[in-house]
């Protein structure tokens, strides 16, 4: 489906039945998102939504990934966008969620203001910061490093000082760490506020580099029970967020007036930037296990527990 109506008329869709009578009432369901990128794909669906009088579907951004695995666990999340690691994890723990797309791929980048870095070799007897040891950041750049023959815990310094995305945006754009692993779009808040901050590695390319696959990061999922009794409805969803994200890389302009509007990112100037950094890609799960499971088999190798202490079946996958 394409078309500048492509969002509106698949929310028509989606809300169907709700105006034909004050007294019928739709079932409601609650996606639960993330204030990033996250959210960037699928702004156009946010702000569609933003319009109904009585929508079918409400959206709840969320600032950390910990919110997100909240609602899964109380039951209050129908579908929910979150880190693909901890997406199994909370299947391995029994929650009857499947994968139904990667609507994000890797927004890991080294930034700094360290200009003689040049090389992963030029790294050795540097001080890295990275966001929460055991982290997917961590774990990923762990993994380039001994890639690139460097160890981690011998011929590099990595520093834990600043735990969350936040943190660690906010001591590089103050100048307190030269170099950092962050994430997008905190890189693009960065730059605005330090110019001599500048990207020194694409850890995404990397990764594609060493695996041969992108980095399958961020996972969308749904309740079991909904994609089993109410297929359609899940097929209006998935091609909602698969529409919007398209219309986010064709038409950045306009993408980053509305991010700015529904407060995902402070301005439009931010905003821009950032949406060729983020790797706004939806692809669906079928077809998808081989691809995540690579993704997942290096962080189940470094520590099993980072996924839940297995590799997810074939079930997982929708």
């Not at 693909?84 to 994000?104: D, R, S």
């Not at 967020?241 to 100037?269: C, F, G, M, R």
Request: aromatic content about 10%; overall charge positive.
């Amino acid at each position: 489906m394409t078309g500048r109506y492509c969002i509106v008329l698949l929310l028509l869709l989606l809300t169907a039945g709700c105006h034909t009578s004050r007294q019928v009432k739709t079932e409601t369901y609650t996606i639960a998102t993330l204030k990033g990128p996250s959210a960037m794909g699928m702004i156009r669906m946010i702000d569609s939504l933003s319009h109904e009088e009585y929508p079918s579907v409400k959206i709840e951004i969320l600032n950390e990934p910990i919110q997100v695995r909240k609602m899964m666990l109380d039951g209050t999340a129908d579908f929910a966008i979150l880190p693909t690691t901890m997406a199994a994890i909370m299947y391995n723990k029994g929650l009857e969620y499947q994968l139904l797309a990667i609507p994000v791929w890797g927004t890991f980048y080294v930034f700094g203001a360290d200009t003689s870095i040049t090389r992963w070799a030029n790294l050795k007897g540097k001080r890295v910061y990275v966001m929460a040891r055991g982290m997917t950041p961590d774990v990923l750049f762990r993994y380039l490093l001994l890639q690139n023959g460097i160890d981690p815990e011998k011929d590099i310094t990595l520093d834990y000082s600043f735990p969350t995305h936040i943190d660690l945006a906010n001591a590089v754009a103050a100048g307190q760490a030269n170099l950092a692993v962050l994430a997008e779009p905190f890189a693009s808040l960065v730059m605005q506020k330090n110019k001599k901050v500048k990207p020194i590695f694409d850890l995404n390319d990397e990764w594609t580099r060493h695996q041969g696959n992108p980095l399958a990061i961020t996972s969308f999922i749904a309740k079991k029970k909904i994609i089993q009794k109410q297929p359609q409805r899940v097929e209006q969803v998935v091609s909602a967020y698969a529409a919007s994200t398209l219309w986010v890389n064709q038409q950045p302009d306009s993408a980053a007036v509305l991010i700015a509007k529904h407060q995902i990112l402070p301005d439009e100037a931010v905003a821009r930037a950032a949406i060729p950094r983020a790797n706004l890609r939806f692809v669906r799960a079928h077809g998808m296990s081989q691809q995540v499971g690579a993704y997942l088999k290096v962080f189940y190798q470094l520590n099993p527990e980072i996924i839940g202490g297995k590799m997810p079946d074939e079930a997982f996958y929708y």
